[in-house]
């Protein structure tokens, strides 16, 4: 079915909740496979898949991911101009200029002569067992592998369009007017005007024969129209110049026009009506499409949208308003097929000549109906925890209230529980006072009987009740569960492993096949289960299916629970969750029973909800698995998941991994696993995904990391033996260098001997060289104090630099043997940093000044001046660098500069830099920088 299935003919009242229901619509872009967010065209093969045309080429959809077809399936991935059917499960396209056939694996060029002869393909459209091809000289038909030279109704020049209709009768338009193809010749159906060219965007064949098309050129014509050979081409009046863009048709005959102002009308039963307000994937659409069962493909900017109109996934029944009864708390399906519903007010009936409420029994009101039954006599027993003592019961024709003179307990009622063999069990809540009835009881043939059994109870304060296989009774109570099976009772509590005494909901397994005996939950602890040799698991899942009120299962061995935050499906090791995103609009949900196909939920406060099973049996996701390159002993994988038809959005569907048959990672939304320290060997990464509906797939890479080179056996052969001739020679050279080490050892002994008499002498020689030059440089010092004439001023002034000069190359010799003989003391005095540069700057002065050179001075103002140190040695080796810049610059300046690198607490680290305009050190020269006695022309 189309859109008609809900487009009924009160529009405003459906379609707007349909069209704005988020769960309905599937989107798809270049990230689900799609060549181009830009879609021009789509189109439905025989074989239902579905092909798109983009302005990047072709792509076909698996129900998965998009697979675009290029140059391997022999078509260049460009523009699609046009996209249709053809026969089987092909489809036609026309790209840069020329007409393809293509199908998932292969295309080909099904008019080659065109392209011979230098004609572009235009356009294309069926017509029977034809198709007409408009060239940009011609209009073709071709059939049976021939092609001829069409009969047209005007001039080649003259053609505008050749529009492909939804049926097979394409329309052609131009100077000469509008005519449509009837089988056996062109048939006018709009007349040709003064001075204008028609031309036509879509073509729509309708019911009894009509056709609707939409006119862009000439102004004065353009909108919708529509012709019938029995009224013949009328406009419709209220789309007047409007240019109708796009349009689709269903196959119920409902159709859709997207007008260029943002209007979107749709036809139903005869009637054209404005869809307003207008979603906002049609107010972007570039095209419409409906799909053959009704859902409507649509186009725009972003990609491509689906609107999944015709789904019956849920089906929702309500009171309007805040009414008590959309409060359902239990359900009955009878035997005769009436479905009853115990709500907060009274009881609602459900039979298939319409439905009857039921507000009071007996004269009395129902109010909060908890409990319903049907006994072996088909009558129907009714009870509320909250407002009945007792129990009511119909038995077709009128109500009556029964109570202790039936042997019932003068109490409220919680539940009613009937058994395989039509006994009625009635389930207590607490009284005001706490009290505990004495008995269980059960009503058999309309009398109530204390079950002799009950003293075996925890308590019998029971929450629920079933009967299992084997005839086993499971009780789930105050205190925790119990089975009688056989004669005896067996218990579960915590001792035996339950997260929380109270058992709120049970539901019996087969136990069989790795089936659990029985599945239970405590409203806020999640899925529990009882495993077949008694021990208890619970079932991991979203944190949302933690509020557990109601339990069943289906024929699939599916286990479906009613939560506060949605219904969740446990399918095979997998817990999924649908609420809002799935279409389920009320999360509140508590008793759940299967009934005519169809899961019923009813919720607090918002009616009941049917789950169509049908549509939950789908393909579990697909998953793309990438490995990515890791480096030694890492390895990492991503994963993309996509859903069957797009169910579910990629960000909505979780995942999960192991590495070989290790522990399965928690479900997520992450996408990415990183793996780390492997050894070598061979490994199997797997990833799951969950779909809407519990069911999973996997993917699995395999890959091998070898070991190191060490211990790879094609090595250790070849370097066992080169290892082997290696120890040898070893052998050998240490007995050699053992002789050889003893002979260096006596030649190091005396070196260090003539090396220490060296220094020696050095030191011994400096001080007495620097005896007589002390005395040089004080006699000519005290020369110059005397009257001299000025060459003898000259000649002493000289005398007494020469020998300061000599004075310090003796005193450099004298550090030099410290150095070597590991006597140099340092000093630790406090100075001042900037004190001493300035120092370097007066001494260095008179050179820098002899050769016009700028001698500066540049000290950081956050820079600290006071440290401990020795600041004789700083100076000299800050004066030794300062003294090569001047020798080696030529113009400019000399820059003494001091930078704070690092500052903290009382230390600071401080960089001194010397850097001048000199002729500086090419790169390639660096590694000789350090060789002695090298100068800068040398390097």
Same mark, same amino acid.
């Given at each position: 079915?189309?859109?008609?299935?809900?487009?009924?003919?009160?529009?405003?009242?459906?379609?707007?909740?349909?069209?704005?229901?988020?769960?309905?619509?599937?989107?798809?872009?270049?990230?689900?496979?799609?060549?181009?967010?830009?879609?021009?065209?789509?189109?439905?093969?025989?074989?239902?898949?579905?092909?798109?045309?983009?302005?990047?080429?072709?792509?076909?959809?698996?129900?998965?991911?998009?697979?675009?077809?290029?140059?391997?399936?022999?078509?260049?991935?460009?523009?699609?101009?046009?996209?249709?059917?053809?026969?089987?499960?092909?489809?036609?396209?026309?790209?840069?200029?020329?007409?393809?056939?293509?199908?998932?694996?292969?295309?080909?060029?099904?008019?080659?002569?065109?392209?011979?002869?230098?004609?572009?393909?235009?356009?294309?459209?069926?017509?029977?067992?034809?198709?007409?091809?408009?060239?940009?000289?011609?209009?073709?038909?071709?059939?049976?592998?021939?092609?001829?030279?069409?009969?047209?109704?005007?001039?080649?020049?003259?053609?505008?369009?050749?529009?492909?209709?939804?049926?097979?009768?394409?329309?052609?338009?131009?100077?000469?007017?509008?005519?449509?193809?009837?089988?056996?010749?062109?048939?006018?159906?709009?007349?040709?005007v003064a001075g204008g060219a028609f031309e036509v965007r879509f073509a729509l064949d309708m019911e009894e024969g009509r056709v609707a098309f939409g006119v862009s050129v000439p102004s004065s014509h353009r909108g919708?129209?529509?012709?019938?050979?029995?009224?013949?081409?009328?406009?419709?009046?209220?789309?007047?110049?409007?240019?109708?863009?796009?349009?689709?048709?269903?196959?119920?005959?409902?159709?859709?026009?997207?007008?260029?102002?943002?209007?979107?009308?749709?036809?139903?039963?005869?009637?054209?009506?404005?869809?307003?307000?207008?979603?906002?994937?049609?107010?972007?659409?570039?095209?419409?499409?409906?799909?053959?069962?009704?859902?409507?493909?649509?186009?725009?900017?972003?990609?491509?949208?689906?609107?999944?109109?015709?789904?019956?996934?849920?089906?929702?029944?309500?009171?309007?308003?805040?009414?008590?009864?959309?409060?359902?708390?239990?359900?009955?399906?009878?035997?005769?097929?009436?479905?009853?519903?115990?709500?907060?007010?009274?009881?609602?009936?459900?039979?298939?000549?319409?439905?009857?409420?039921?507000?009071?029994?007996?004269?009395?009101?129902?109010?909060?109906?908890?409990?319903?039954?049907?006994?072996?006599?088909?009558?129907? /027993?009714? =009870?509320?925890? %909250?407002?009945?003592? #007792?129990?009511?019961?119909? +038995? !077709?024709?009128?109500?009556?209230?029964? &109570? *202790?003179?039936?042997?019932?307990?003068?109490?409220?009622?919680?539940?009613?529980?009937?058994?395989?063999?039509?006994?009625?069990?009635?389930?207590?809540?607490?009284?005001?006072?706490?009290?505990?009835?004495?008995?269980?009881?059960?009503?058999?043939?309309?009398?109530?009987?204390?079950?002799?059994?009950?003293?075996?109870?925890?308590?019998?304060?029971?929450?629920?009740?079933?009967?299992?296989?084997?005839?086993?009774?499971?009780?789930?109570?105050?205190?925790?569960?119990?089975?009688?099976?056989?004669?005896?009772?067996?218990?579960?509590?915590?001792?035996?492993?339950?997260?929380?005494?109270?058992?709120?909901?049970?539901?019996?397994?087969?136990?069989?096949?790795?089936?659990?005996?029985? /599945?239970? =939950?405590?409203? %806020?602890?999640?899925? #529990?289960?009882?495993?077949? +040799? !008694?021990?208890?698991?619970?079932?991991? &899942? *979203?944190?949302?299916?933690?509020?557990?009120?109601?339990?069943?299962?289906?024929?699939?061995?599916?286990?479906?629970?009613?939560?506060?935050?949605?219904?969740?499906?446990?399918?095979?090791?997998?817990?999924?969750?649908?609420?809002?995103?799935?279409?389920?609009?009320?999360?509140?949900?508590?008793?759940?029973?299967?009934?005519?196909?169809?899961?019923?939920?009813?919720?607090?406060?918002?009616?009941?909800?049917?789950?169509?099973?049908?549509?939950?049996?789908?393909?579990?996701?697909?998953?793309?698995?990438?490995?990515?390159?890791?480096?030694?002993?890492?390895?990492?994988?991503?994963?993309?998941?996509?859903?069957?038809?797009?169910?579910?959005?990629?960000?909505?569907?979780?995942?999960?991994?192991?590495?070989?048959?290790?522990?399965?990672?928690?479900?997520?939304?992450?996408?990415?696993?990183?793996?780390?320290?492997?050894?070598?060997?061979?490994?199997?990464?797997?990833?799951?995904?969950?779909?809407?509906?519990?069911?999973?797939?996997?993917?699995?890479?395999?890959?091998?990391?070898?070991?190191?080179?060490?211990?790879?056996?094609?090595?250790?052969?070849?370097?066992?033996?080169?290892?082997?001739?290696?120890?040898?020679?070893?052998?050998?050279?240490?007995?050699?260098?053992?002789?050889?080490?003893?002979?260096?050892?006596?030649?190091?002994?005396?070196?260090?001997?003539?090396?220490?008499?060296?220094?020696?002498?050095?030191?011994?020689?400096?001080?007495?060289?620097?005896?007589?030059?002390?005395?040089?440089?004080?006699?000519?010092?005290?020369?110059?104090?005397?009257?001299?004439?000025?060459?003898?001023?000259?000649?002493?002034?000289?005398?007494?630099?020469?020998?300061?000069?000599?004075?310090?190359?003796?005193?450099?010799?004298?550090?030099?043997?410290?150095?070597?003989?590991?006597?140099?003391?340092?000093?630790?005095?406090?100075?001042?940093?900037?004190?001493?540069?300035?120092?370097?700057?007066?001494?260095?002065?008179?050179?820098?000044?002899?050769?016009?050179?700028?001698?500066?001075?540049?000290?950081?103002?956050?820079?600290?001046?006071?440290?401990?140190?020795?600041?004789?040695?700083?100076?000299?080796?800050?004066?030794?660098?300062?003294?090569?810049?001047?020798?080696?610059?030529?113009?400019?300046?000399?820059?003494?500069?001091?930078?704070?690198?690092?500052?903290?607490?009382?230390?600071?680290?401080?960089?001194?830099?010397?850097?001048?305009?000199?002729?500086?050190?090419?790169?390639?020269?660096?590694?000789?920088?350090?060789?002695?006695?090298?100068?800068?022309?040398?390097?």
């Open positions: 079915m189309a859109l008609a299935g809900f487009l009924v003919s009160d529009l405003r009242a459906v379609e707007w909740d349909q069209f704005f229901d988020d769960w309905r619509w599937a989107r798809f872009n270049v990230s689900s496979g799609l060549p181009s967010n830009r879609v021009l065209q789509l189109t439905e093969s025989g074989d239902g898949t579905v092909w798109v045309g983009t302005d990047r080429g072709l792509a076909w959809y698996d129900g998965f991911f998009w697979r675009p077809v290029g140059a391997a399936q022999g078509v260049p991935a460009q523009e699609t101009k046009q996209l249709g059917a053809a026969r089987g499960g092909e489809v036609r396209a026309v790209i840069e200029g020329r007409l393809y056939r293509c199908g998932r694996t292969r295309c080909r060029d099904e008019a080659p002569e065109l392209a011979a002869r230098g004609e572009t393909v235009q356009a294309f459209s069926r017509a029977g067992d034809g198709l007409f091809i408009r060239s940009s000289k011609a209009l073709y038909f071709a059939r049976d592998s021939t092609l001829a030279v069409a009969n047209m109704p005007m001039r080649p020049g003259g053609i505008r369009s050749l529009t492909e209709s939804s049926g097979e009768n394409p329309l052609l338009a131009g100077t000469g007017g509008v005519y449509r193809w009837v089988g056996s010749g062109w048939q006018q159906v709009l007349p040709a919708l129209w529509e012709w019938s050979a029995a009224r013949g081409v009328v406009r419709t009046p209220d789309a007047m110049r409007d240019m109708a863009v796009h349009g689709g048709i269903a196959l119920s005959g409902e159709a859709m026009v997207l007008y260029e102002s943002g209007i979107t009308r749709i036809r139903n039963g005869g009637q054209w009506k404005d869809l307003a307000p207008v979603p906002s994937a049609l107010r972007q659409a570039s095209f419409v499409r409906y799909r053959a069962n009704g859902d409507l493909w649509v186009g725009t900017r972003g990609g491509l949208a689906l609107f999944r109109g015709t789904s019956s996934l849920w089906t929702v029944r309500r009171e309007p308003g805040h009414d008590p009864r959309n409060f359902l708390n239990v359900f009955l399906v009878r035997r005769n097929g009436e479905f009853w519903s115990g709500t907060g007010k009274g009881i609602v009936i459900e039979r298939q000549r319409g439905t009857e409420y039921v507000a009071e029994a007996a004269g009395d009101p129902l109010l909060v109906v908890t409990g319903l039954a049907e006994d072996e006599s088909g009558h129907v /027993w009714v =009870s509320s925890g %909250s407002a009945i003592r #007792g129990l009511m019961r119909f +038995d !077709g024709q009128s109500w009556t209230a029964m &109570g *202790p003179g039936e042997g019932i307990p003068d109490i409220r009622v919680h539940r009613i529980y009937r058994d395989r063999d039509y006994r009625l069990w009635l389930l207590p809540g607490r009284d005001g006072d706490g009290r505990e009835p004495e008995a269980l009881y059960y009503v058999r043939q309309g009398r109530a009987h204390p079950w002799e059994h009950s003293s075996g109870l925890l308590t019998r304060h029971v929450y629920a009740m079933a009967e299992g296989p084997g005839e086993a009774l499971w009780f789930g109570t105050l205190h925790g569960i119990s089975r009688w099976w056989r004669g005896a009772w067996t218990h579960w509590r915590m001792a035996e492993g339950l997260k929380a005494s109270q058992a709120f909901t049970i539901k019996p397994d087969s136990g069989r096949n790795g089936r659990p005996l029985l /599945w239970f =939950s405590h409203r %806020s602890e999640g899925l #529990g289960r009882i495993e077949a +040799d !008694g021990k208890v698991n619970y079932v991991d &899942g *979203p944190w949302q299916l933690r509020a557990i009120w109601g339990i069943e299962l289906d024929s699939l061995g599916r286990v479906w629970v009613a939560t506060r935050a949605g219904l969740g499906v446990w399918d095979n090791g997998a817990m999924a969750v649908l609420d809002g995103d799935s279409g389920l609009n009320n999360s509140f949900l508590w008793p759940l029973v299967f009934h005519k196909g169809v899961l019923r939920a009813g919720s607090l406060g918002g009616g009941s909800w049917s789950l169509n099973l049908d549509q939950t049996v789908h393909p579990p996701p697909a998953i793309r698995l990438n490995q990515i390159a890791g480096s030694g002993r890492t390895v990492q994988f991503r994963w993309e998941p996509r859903s069957f038809w797009a169910e579910r959005t990629p960000e909505q569907i979780l995942t999960r991994f192991r590495l070989g048959d290790g522990p399965w990672s928690p479900w997520s939304l992450e996408r990415e696993s990183r793996l780390e320290e492997l050894v070598d060997g061979d490994y199997r990464f797997e990833v799951q995904a969950m779909g809407l509906f519990g069911s999973t797939s996997s993917q699995t890479a395999s890959f091998h990391l070898l070991p190191p080179l060490w211990k790879r056996p094609e090595l250790v052969v070849p370097v066992g033996l080169l290892l082997g001739s290696v120890v040898v020679l070893v052998v050998l050279s240490i007995r050699r260098r053992i002789v050889h080490t003893r002979e260096l050892e006596k030649a190091m002994v005396r070196v260090e001997g003539a090396v220490r008499a060296k220094s020696e002498f050095l030191a011994t020689m400096s001080h007495e060289i620097r005896t007589p030059m002390n005395g040089i440089i004080g006699m000519t010092s005290l020369l110059l104090d005397t009257p001299l004439s000025s060459t003898q001023q000259e000649y002493a002034r000289t005398a007494r630099d020469s020998a300061g000069a000599l004075l310090a190359i003796v005193n450099d010799i004298l550090d030099y043997s410290k150095i070597e003989a590991g006597r140099v003391e340092l000093e630790s005095i406090p100075f001042d940093l900037r004190d001493t540069l300035e120092e370097v700057q007066a001494l260095c002065g008179p050179a820098a000044n002899a050769k016009r050179l700028e001698l500066l001075v540049d000290y950081a103002a956050d820079a600290p001046r006071c440290f401990q140190g020795d600041p004789a040695r700083l100076r000299q080796v800050i004066l030794n660098l300062a003294s090569n810049a001047i020798k080696f610059t030529g113009t400019g300046r000399v820059i003494l500069e001091c930078v704070l690198i690092d500052g903290t607490g009382g230390e600071a680290q401080i960089e001194v830099r010397v850097r001048d305009t000199g002729i500086g050190i090419p790169e390639d020269k660096f590694q000789r920088l350090f060789e002695r006695f090298g100068a800068c022309q040398q390097l």
